[in-house]
Every structure is written in C-alpha cells, then in structure tokens.
C-alpha cells in the first residue's frame, strides 16, 4: 500500500467492506481493501463512486440557530440552553434522541450515554427500529443474546443457502458476489423466498414467490416435517428449550400451500433440500424484519436451525444481514429503547446498577424507552417537547411520514445533526448541526458477522463541521457535565467502550471487546467479538450449543402464521411492499450527488405484473397515483413480470428535495410488530390510478431550477447540469436571460424542444411533448460539458438524438465503470462480444460490482450480431 494511502471502511452498507483511498495528484483514487476480511479487495457501484459524493458545496457547513448561522460556541449554548429549559419546565422524560445505525460506534456511545445516564431520559431510539428491531428481538429470543452465530465465509462453505426477504444482490452486493463465486465453484444450491423475482434470483436454484406476510407458514411447515422425516438433531436438541410447543404449534398451523400461495412441488423441493442438506445457511433481512411479525418470522427461521444444530457451525446457522454500516455498532451501545449499553437490560436492575456506577450516572434509570413509531407519536401528542436526531431523516423514512412531519412540526425544540445542507428533515429543525462526514470522521464500525472496523479519515471536514461525538459531547458538557463528557477523541470513547463490555462480564453478556481496551487504535485490525483476550476474534458462536441464557439453552420459540393487520380490500385492492435499488442509498442525500449512480433508475418506478396494469388502466412508462388511507405519490409506472398479481413495489429513495410526490413512506401503515416494535413496511393496502397529464417533459439545465409549477417532476444530477423529468397540466414557461434560444416544434405530435445558448456554450435544453421524451439522454447531458457547439450538434440538439455515428445516448448499465446499454449492443452487433465473460473483457462492464450482470444477460438475449458480423 502507498504510503500516502488510508484504510477505511465503506459508510453504507453492513457488508462493510474495506476501502483503500489514496493521494493520486488531481485528488483521490479509491479501491477495495485486498487486507480486509469482508470483501477481499471488491466494492460495489456505491462504494466505487464513494469519491463523487464529497460534493463540498452541497453540505451543512455552519451551526444554524433558527435560520442564522453562528458559530459553535453559540451553537453549543442554544442547544444545552433549551434542552436545559426543557428539563427543569418538564422533566428529563420530555426529552429524546433519534439516532441511526450511520453514527460510527464512538458517536452513537457517547449519545446514549448523554441521555440515559445523564439527562435521565430513557428515550433515545434509532432508525434499527425501522431496520433490526425484530432480528434483535428474535435473536434475544432464541439466545439469550442479539448476536449473529455465524459469518461471511459461511455462505461459501454452505452447500444450501435460502436467502428468505433478502434482495442480496443489489443491498448486499459484495456478499452476493462471494456466494456467486463459490456456487460457481462448488455448485451451493441457492434458493430465493421472495413475493417477487429479483435480481438476486439471478443465481437462484427455486425461487418461492410466497404470498407477503407468509413466512411463519413456510417455515413452520418446514419444522413439522424436519420432525416427521426423523431430521431433528436430538443431541443438540438436548439443551434447548420449546421444541415440544413449537413443533406442536407448527404441526396445527395453516397449511402452507394455503398460506403462502405456493406450489406443492416447489415446497416440496425446498424442504427436501433443507432437510437433506447439513450444511444450509439461511440469510434475512427486510422482508422478514419489516413486518408485523416479524419477531415471529426471525423466530420460525432460528427455530428450524435449533432443531436441526445448525447454528454456528461452519456453513451451517441463520444469518441475519444488517443494512446499515453501524447498525450492530448501535446494538452493542445500547442504541435502541429497550437496551441499555454493552448489552445490558434496562429491565434488569443489577444490570442498571452496573451501568449507573461504571458511569458514575447517578441520573440513570431503569426501564425501557418509546420506541420508534411511539416515540413520534409522543412527539406528536406533546409528551416529549425536545427531540435530537442524528444521522437520520425520519421525515422521509419513517411510516406515515406526512404525520411525522406534522408532529416534528409543532414539536418546540427540534435539534437535527447531518452532514448535508437540505434534507426534508433538516426543513423542520430549530436547531443545525453540521455533522463531518465519511471521509473526514474517525472511528470505528460493526459490520453483519460481528467484525469490528475502523473508519479512518483523508480529508478535512468543510467549513465548521464537527465530529458527531464532538457535539455530543460538547452539549453534555454545557450541560454541566464536565468529567462524563471529556473526551479527548474518538479512540478515548472506544476504550471506555471495551471497558464497559467486560466490566463485570463473566460471559452473561455475549458482547466482550475486552481484550481491545489496550489495542492501538490507529492500527486497529478489522476483528470479530468476542475479543476476551488481547488478538482473539471469534468467528462463530454457539455452535457448541451452549447459548446466553442463565441456563446456558437456547430456546425454540412457539409461533403461528398470522395475516398481517390491513388485509387488502375493494377500496384499497393491491399490496404496497417498499425498498431498495441497487444504486442508491435510502434518502439518496449521498448516493444522489455521483452521477454515474443515477444512470440505473433515475425515477422512482411503480413496478406492477402485466394483469394489474391492465386491471388498473396503467400503461409502461405512463404515470401513476398511489394512494393509501394514509397518503399518496405520483410515480411512473413500470410493467414487469417479475413483480406477481396484487402488489406493486415501491422504492424508498426519493424526497420531498428531489421529486414532487415520490415520499413512498407517506403510503405506509404504522403498524408495528408488537414484540419489536419494528413498522410493518412492506405491507400496505393501496389504490393505483392512471394519471394522464396535459405534457410531458425533460429539462437539462446548468444550475438547479424551479420547477414547482409542474405537477410531476424528478430530479438527478449529471456530470454538468441538473436534469428534470417533468409532467403537468398547465404548461411552464423558463427564462435564461442573456442566452440566444433555439426551437423546433411539431405542432401535429404536440411536441416543441427549445435549446438555450449562452456564448454558445449550452445552457439549458427542453423537450416536451404528449408523452415522456423520447431523447438521448445520455448524449445530452454530455454536450453540457463542451464549450462550443457544433453546427451539427445543435441541429441533433433539436432533433433530441445524438447526431449519427456520434456518442450515445443510451441508459447506464454498469454504474460502476459507467457502461452504457449502446456500447453493449454495439459490442454484440459487430459480433466481438457473445457472453457476460465477453463483455466483460472488453468493456469491464460487469466485473465491478457484478450486480448489472442481470441486465447485460437481458441485452444480449436480446439483441443479435449483424448479419455482416
Ligand atoms: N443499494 C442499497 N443497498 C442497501 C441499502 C440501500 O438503501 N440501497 N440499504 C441497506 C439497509 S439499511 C438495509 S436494511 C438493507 C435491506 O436489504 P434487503 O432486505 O435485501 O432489501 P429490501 O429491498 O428492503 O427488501 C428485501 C426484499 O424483501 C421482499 N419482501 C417483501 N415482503 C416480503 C415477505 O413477506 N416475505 C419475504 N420473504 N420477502 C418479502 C421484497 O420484495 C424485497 O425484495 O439493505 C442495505 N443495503
Ligand atoms: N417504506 C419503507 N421505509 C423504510 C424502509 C423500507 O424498506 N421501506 N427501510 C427502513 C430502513 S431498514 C432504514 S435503515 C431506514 C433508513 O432511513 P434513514 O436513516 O432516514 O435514511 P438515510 O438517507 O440513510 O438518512 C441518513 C441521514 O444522515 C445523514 N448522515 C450521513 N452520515 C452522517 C454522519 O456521519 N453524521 C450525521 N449527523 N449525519 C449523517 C445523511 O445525510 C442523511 O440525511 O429507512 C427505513 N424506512
Ligand atoms: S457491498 Fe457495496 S455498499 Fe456494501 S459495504 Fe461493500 S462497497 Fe459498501
Ligand atoms: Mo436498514
């Protein structure tokens, strides 16, 4: 490695992979850590165009104070002031944090501490609740403990692996890449349970497109002929607790081809995969957490691992991927309401005791917080009267968010950290705290299989920005609490930290970094807890069959499938289920800003199968209502088969500050599990309609415009200008003062295009028409990078399309070497490239990330050589 290299790790999601960025001499050159254990030297899309998100100009540079800028000391002042004005008028309860699995461990410590030990307020939650919630409750559950049995390389040594609510393809990319390359090599059977085909069923074996909210049925099912085909593992089975009730319960609950939908044979193959197959991994994530039950379905899961012992051992354990880089880091500082630090209970007073006097907290009590959804509904109803959040936009992420933004609206004292200048949240703030972001913080991460890795700065904070556990701290140190909160870094807190884990811990708490309390910091080795001793890290835990309870047994948990609450009726007749796409980061405000990354999907898309969009009069790349009891958006449609009858999927990204109507969480139930507390946000009932507007159109400008005026607009970046895609009833007219304008128009198709031209150099471009521009997009935005334009380019301008033999204008298909779908085509039409592996030699397209290998399969099955070639 270069000298002048840092080792850091990726910020998004909790496959945590190693980055490597170094000095290159017009900036930084960034690549996969080989060193690091998570991903050996591979990044995905994300966190190969990490650097075109370090966009200075789009971030929160200074403290604001109701709208004006000051300076930290005054910002310090302001926040410990009202927060000190809350407490003594109302008491500290009136007071909570809502923090996020994006704080780095150090931040999120000094947080929960702050709160719970000193202000004396049990309400501090996290976005987990909307993430984890459920996989923490059932791991608690089955284990005693919330720990994760096994790891990555298990998925590599697995010859069965069901991948249950997980889309690992496009939020796991990395981890998906490492089970690929080991099926290739080995043949590991691959079975996806998901309502819809995605890309992850790429490498799929069976895919079950079980009916949503189903999975206790299927697994249940599974456990009463794990015991019917003599599958149990007795041994093992001796020291856990419940089979007798759950295999009871199992056996009497609805039949699974009734409540899933599924075909016999399908099932059936499953389960004689399953049972036949020792060493089976089983992964899951938002499908079975986000549910209102999933406690329930995580327990269904773990439940037919504890009956067979495959829990811990090599290649064989339930594996619950996190999302989000910190998310188990939050977890093991107690992050969330119903825990306290280092994986204490709040309900368990010898443990509160421990904490209060490690702390020297006299202020800390006993008892569980409000949980996520409650907590705004606490807000809402006027019980807590000052929330902080941090590194987190609730207003675009949390269920019935346009009652969130009512609530965070009358709340007195609302306190937001983030690192950008603009997020809906930050709209509602009294209080702005510009927060450093990756890249310029320090500290370390927890990823998926327990491994603790170091995120290293390379490059200054802007402006005034400061360490999210800087502010913290500084604010509990205004407070009045001097000693608690002297802080002299981050490596400091780390080490209180490790020391809280092992304080009094003879093994009843599974989270133990002991044995790093001495560690250097700044060299610190990516490793697994429980770290006991001085270099240990544990790959797997429990295997042996010895669990966290008191008694040392796990435990099987008795549960029955359960329709979820809002069952799909006349008025609201189709299934919403929300999430992710493969190159963008929930509320998009890092994510957004690296062109390249919006070349996938630059809109939000309602995907619904060919019989809804005939049933509901939608038609491909038209426009759409979505509305639920709780709110709408305007989306455009798009028709798939791989999206089943009844449900239409929606994705999560999109804000009130880059669409007009596309916050798909205005839509969701908040509804929650009642063991976890976790929304149910892939399961609500709604209402499509065709919405046909009056125009369609496209925008490329140089500068960010204001398009309110249009009913239906989107927004991304590209390499030199703002590009909007827009619709509405009533035509808008824009103004470039001191340009020479061009038009074409076509008054028989209704379509106009108008160029505008400063020195001619592009400034802006319009096409509208009846329907969505058919135009060049991609050689478009490109002209906005040259100086003057040729003759020939602005008669092409005009026409929409890249003049002939010119660059292309077609979509992105690899965000990670920027690929596009033309270059592709071209490659298969004069006959160079037949297979992926071709592609993939002569463009690289495909041999980053791999997660565009689905689409340039799509491509070449459908496009052909020329007849010459
Ligand atoms: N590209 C990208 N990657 C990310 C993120 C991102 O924003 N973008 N976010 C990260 C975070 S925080 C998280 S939590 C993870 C989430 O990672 P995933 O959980 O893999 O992603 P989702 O798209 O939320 O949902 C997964 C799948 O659950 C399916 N599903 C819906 N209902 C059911 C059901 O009832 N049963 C079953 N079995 N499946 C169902 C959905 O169809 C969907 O395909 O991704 C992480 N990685
Ligand atoms: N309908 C529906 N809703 C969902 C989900 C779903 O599948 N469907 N998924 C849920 C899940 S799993 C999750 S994890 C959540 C995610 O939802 P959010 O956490 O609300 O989404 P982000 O966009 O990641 O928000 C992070 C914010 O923190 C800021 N930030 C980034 N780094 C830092 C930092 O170092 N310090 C500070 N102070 N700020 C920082 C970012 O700019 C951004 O504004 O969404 C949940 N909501
Ligand atoms: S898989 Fe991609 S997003 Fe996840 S940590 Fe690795 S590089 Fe980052
Ligand atoms: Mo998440």
């Not at 927060?435 to 299989?449: M, P, Q, R």
Request: proline fraction near 6%; charge should be neutral; charged fraction near 25%.
């Amino acid at each position: 490695m270069a000298e002048d290299s840092v080792r850091t790790t990726c910020p998004y999601c909790g496959v945590g992979c190693g980055v490597v960025v170094s000095r290159t001499r017009d900036g930084f050159a960034i690549g996969g850590d080989p060193d690091h254990p998570a991903n050996r030297g591979r990044l995905c899309s994300k966190g190969i165009n990490l650097l075109h998100t370090l966009d200075d100009g789009t971030r929160l540079t200074e403290p604001m104070v109701d709208g004006r800028a000051i300076g930290w000391a005054g910002a310090i002042a302001a926040t410990a002031d009202r927060l000190r004005h809350v407490i003594d008028e109302h008491g500290p309860e009136a007071v909570a944090f809502y923090a996020s699995g994006q704080l780095l461990t150090e931040d999120y410590y000094v947080a929960n501490k702050l709160l719970k030990g000193f202000i004396g307020s049990p309400h501090i939650d996290t976005n987990s609740r909307l993430c984890m919630a459920s996989t923490v409750a059932g791991h608690k559950r089955a284990f005693g403990a919330d720990a994760v049995p096994g790891c990555y390389e298990d998925l590599e040594i697995a010859d069965l692996v069901i991948l249950v609510g997980s889309n690992l393809a496009w939020c796991h990319p990395v981890l998906f890449q490492r089970l690929k390359a080991a099926r290739a090599e080995r043949g590991t059977k691959v079975v996806v349970i998901d309502p819809r085909r995605t890309a992850t069923c790429e490498i799929a074996d069976l895919h079950l497109p079980l009916k949503p909210g189903s999975d206790v049925a299927l697994f249940n099912g599974l456990l009463a002929q794990l015991a019917e085909t003599g599958a149990l593992d007795h041994p093992f089975l001796s020291n856990v607790a419940g089979l007798k009730a759950a295999l009871e319960t199992a056996q009497a609950d609805v039949p699974v081809a009734q409540a899933c939908g599924l075909e016999s044979d399908e099932v059936a193959t499953f389960f004689d995969w399953f049972t036949r197959t020792p060493r089976t991994v089983t992964v899951f994530s938002q499908g079975v957490n986000q549910s209102s039950q999933g406690t329930d379905k995580v327990n269904a899961i773990l439940n037919v691992h504890l009956a067979t012992g495959r829990v811990g051992k090599p290649g064989a354990t339930p594996f619950s991927v996190t999302g989000q880089p910190n998310a188990m880091g939050g977890r093991e500082v107690g992050g969330l309401a119903n825990q306290l630090a280092a994986h204490m209970n709040p309900d368990d007073p010898a443990d509160v005791d421990r904490l209060r006097r490690f702390w020297k907290a006299p202020a800390l009590r006993g008892g569980q917080g409000l949980k996520a959804v409650d907590l705004f509904r606490a807000v809402e109803d006027g019980r807590i009267k000052a929330l902080w959040i941090m590194a987190t936009n609730p207003a675009v992420s949390l269920p019935d968010s346009d009652r969130v933004r009512a609530a965070l609206a009358k709340c007195p004292l609302v306190i937001v950290s983030d690192v950008v200048a603009d997020t809906d949240t930050l709209r509602l703030a009294h209080i702005r705290l510009p927060a450093t972001a990756w890249g310029e913080k320090d500290g370390t991460v927890t990823n998926s299989e327990r491994r603790i890795s170091r995120q290293r700065p390379f490059r200054p904070a802007p402006g005034l920005a400061r360490p999210d556990w800087w502010i913290i701290s500084e604010v509990g140190r205004a407070l009045g609490w001097e000693k608690a909160f002297s802080y002299t870094g981050p490596a400091a807190i780390f080490r209180e930290h490790a020391r809280l884990s092992a304080f009094e811990n003879d093994g009843a708490r599974a989270f133990h970094i002991g044995g790093a309390v001495r560690a250097k910091y700044d060299t610190l080795e990516p490793f697994q807890w429980p770290c006991r001793k001085v270099g240990q890290s544990t790959a797997r835990l429990y295997g042996d069959g010895r669990f966290t309870t008191v008694d040392g047994r796990g435990a099987m948990i008795t549960v029955s499938w359960q329709a979820p609450r809002d069952l799909p009726s006349l008025r609201w007749p189709v299934i919403a289920n929300t999430g992710r796409y493969r190159d963008q980061w929930h509320t998009m405000t890092r994510t957004g800003l690296a062109p390249r990354l919006s070349g996938h999907r630059s809109e939000p898309l309602a995907e619904v199968s060919p019989r809804d969009a005939a049933a509901w009069n939608l038609r491909d790349g038209g426009l759409t209502r979505v509305t639920s009891p709780h709110g709408d958006a305007l989306l455009r449609v798009r028709v798939t088969e791989d999206q089943p009858p009844g449900q239409v999927f929606l994705p999560i990204h999109w804000s009130d500050s880059g669409a007009a109507r596309a916050v798909v969480s205005r839509l969701v139930t908040g509804h929650v599990d009642p063991v976890s507390g976790q929304p149910e946000s892939k399961y609500t009932p709604v209402r499509l309609e065709p919405w046909v507007p009056a125009w369609q159109g496209l925008l490329l400008a140089r500068s960010a415009m204001d398009v309110s005026g249009a009913v239906y607009w989107v927004r991304h970046h590209a390499e030199g200008c703002e590009v909007y895609d827009l619709a509405g009833d009533v035509g808008l007219d824009f103004a470039f003062n001191g340009c020479e304008r061009i038009d074409y128009s076509d008054a028989r198709r209704g379509i106009t295009r108008t160029a505008w031209l400063r020195d001619g150099r592009l400034e802006a471009a319009l096409f509208v028409g009846p329907d969505r521009p058919q135009v060049a997009r991609g050689w478009l935005d490109k002209q906005f990078a040259t100086e003057i334009l040729r003759d020939a380019d602005r008669a092409a301008l005009l026409a929409g399309q890249a003049p002939s033999g010119a660059t292309d204008g077609s979509r992105q298909v690899c965000a990670c070497f920027g690929v596009s779908l033309h270059a592709i085509e071209e490659a298969v039409a004069d006959g160079r490239a037949r297979t992926v592996d071709d592609i993939g030699r002569l463009l690289r397209a495909g041999t980053g990330c791999g997660s565009c290998v689905s689409d340039i399969k799509e491509v070449l099955s459908q496009s052909k050589p020329n007849q010459a070639a």
